[in-house]
């Protein structure tokens, strides 16, 4: 099975940056995303990570060490429009040699002015 | 937006119903997961659907069921509702072998 876990929730200032961590116990390890999920929405792709090391998108970076199961979703120049639930997903692969990916809970980001 | 359309966006049913759920796949996709998505939670993989075969299960008893129709579009089945039922349902398309999902807006169901 699955085990992964991240905080509950975040607060930060507009303009600051906050890191996100994520660590997982898993079989059959293929990769880790990240998604963005507002409320009431459904969730959107923000970042994917195979290999160890740091993913640059924008604003956004994600690191990666599978040695230590452990995650991390970086936020730069935080906007108001990043409030949102971050939610940490690792992939596996399936019996039927598909892929699966199990989501953490969501760690609830609050951007303040 | 992603391509993934589902339907209905609501619904209110009541313990011991029956539900069926819909979903439309991004062009090009030929694989389909469902979630569910209980409040305050991340998503829990239901099933997953491949060539009109369940190619894949979570840990969710068999009145959870599912359909995948030649033109890739899918359906949930929940039978005998439970109040604990009630939750976001989120239909996911992808490419197999991807492994990057796209995801529908959702189906919130409430079960009284």
């Known amino acids: 099975g699955q085990n992964i876990d991240q905080p509950t929730e975040m607060t930060a200032t507009e303009g600051a940056i906050v890191q996100i961590n994520c660590t997982y116990q898993?079989?059959?390890?293929?990769?880790l995303f990240w998604y963005q999920q507002h409320a009431g929405e459904a969730p959107t792709f923000l970042s994917y990570?195979?290999?160890?090391g740091l993913e640059e998108k924008g604003r956004f970076s994600s690191f990666l060490s599978r040695s230590k199961g452990y995650s991390y979703l970086l936020l730069k120049e935080l906007q108001m429009k990043d409030s949102a639930s971050y939610l940490c997903?690792?992939?596996?692969?399936?019996?039927?040699?598909?892929?699966?990916?199990?989501f953490g809970a969501g760690t609830t980001v609050t951007v303040r002015a | 937006e992603t391509g993934v359309t589902q339907s209905p966006t609501h619904l209110i049913k009541t313990r011991g119903q029956q539900v069926t759920l819909r979903c439309s796949s991004q062009?090009?996709?030929?694989?389909v997961s469902w979630y569910q998505q209980a409040l305050g939670q991340g998503p829990q993989f239901i099933f997953q659907?491949?060539?009109?075969?369940?190619?894949g299960r979570g840990n969710f008893p068999p009145r959870f069921s599912g359909l995948q129709f030649p033109n890739y579009s899918s359906e949930l089945n929940v039978n005998a509702l439970e109040l604990d039922d009630s939750a976001l349902y989120l239909c996911?398309?992808?490419?197999?072998?991807?492994?990057?999902?796209?995801f529908g807006e959702g189906s919130r169901l409430t079960v009284l």
């Open positions: 996911a398309s992808s490419f197999r072998g991807s492994g990057e999902l796209f």
């Open positions: 898993t079989s059959g390890f293929n990769g």
């Open positions: 990570n195979v290999l160890d």
């Open positions: 997903a690792v992939r596996s692969l399936t019996l039927s040699n598909d892929y699966k990916l199990s």
């Open positions: 062009s090009g996709h030929n694989t």
């Open positions: 659907y491949y060539r009109e075969e369940e190619n």
